[in-house]
């Protein structure tokens, strides 16, 4: 079995910064896509930020420029920094990552169980 799970959550001024951190434990042969998503009360689910087994990323509107997605594959760990928040940045963060669980297997999607952020003076 595959977990991911995340940490770093908390309450944060408007204006400071936070780190999330996502760690994937279990049966991982290869990892391809890490994502970031979020989820604000009486919202959908939306993605913030993605990154590749390479590097490459991509970041919503609403977060480019302040927050940065990163990797250390060798620890299995997808990273969230975000920087200068907002009051509308307060949401539930959940980590997402395509994972092979051996050799020619299928990546399956899996979803970790979610962090709190919330962004208030």
């Known amino acids: 079995q595959v977990q991911l799970v995340e940490s770093g959550g908390g309450l944060v001024q408007p204006g400071g910064s936070l780190r999330l951190s996502c760690a994937a434990s279990?049966?991982?042969?290869?990892?391809?896509?890490m994502r970031w998503y979020r989820q604000a009360p009486g919202k959908q689910r939306e993605l913030i930020t993605a990154?590749?087994?390479?590097?490459?990323?991509n970041y919503a509107d609403s977060v480019k420029g302040r927050f940065t997605i990163s990797r250390d594959n060798a620890k299995n760990t997808v990273y969230l920094q975000m920087n200068s928040l907002k009051p509308e940045d307060t949401a539930v963060y959940y980590c997402?990552?395509?994972?092979?669980?051996?050799?020619?297997?299928?990546?399956?999607?899996?979803w970790g169980q979610g962090t709190q952020v919330t962004v208030s003076s």
């Open positions: 997402n990552a395509d994972i092979e669980t051996r050799l020619w297997s299928a990546a399956h999607e899996y």
């Open positions: 990154i590749t087994s390479g590097g490459s990323t």
């Open positions: 279990g049966t991982i042969f290869t990892i391809n896509a």
